[in-house]
């Protein structure tokens, strides 16, 4: 059975990546059962809450992760380094869904797991 492991990396409004991961992650969703995401560098930005990129003329696509939630999909990863570099806290309402913060150890092993890996 595959697996499916898909990291974001990339800032929300940069270019349409993330979009895009996302609307691939609810395609698979009804083919592939274990599918997790992992967030590193500035594509914890994709995820952070209180985004207001309507200032900046974008739509705020952060919040269409939750209905990752509704596809059974529930393994959120973001490296803790890539929260200190970013300056971000820890903080449960800092989430637009429920992640797991893990050091860059635990995040390469949990992604060697995986047997196809997708970057956004």
């Not at 274990?34 to 739509?59: E, R, T, V, W």
């Not at 393994?75 to 429920?98: A, E, H, R, Y």
């Amino acid at each position: 059975m595959n697996n499916i492991a898909v990291i974001f990396s990339t800032s929300p409004y940069g270019n349409n990546s993330g979009k895009e991961g996302l609307d691939a992650i609810i395609s698979i969703s009804s083919f592939i059962e274990d599918i997790a995401l992992f967030f590193i560098s500035d594509g914890i930005l994709q995820i952070k809450s209180c985004q207001k990129p309507d200032n900046i003329l974008f739509h705020n696509h952060s919040i269409s992760f939750k209905i990752l939630t509704l596809c059974n999909i529930n393994k959120f990863f973001v490296c803790d380094k890539s929260l200190k570099k970013l300056g971000i806290k820890n903080n449960i309402n800092n989430w637009t869904i429920p992640v797991k913060i893990i050091t860059p150890r635990l995040w390469h092993k949990y992604i060697s797991c995986y047997n196809i890996i997708m970057n956004f």
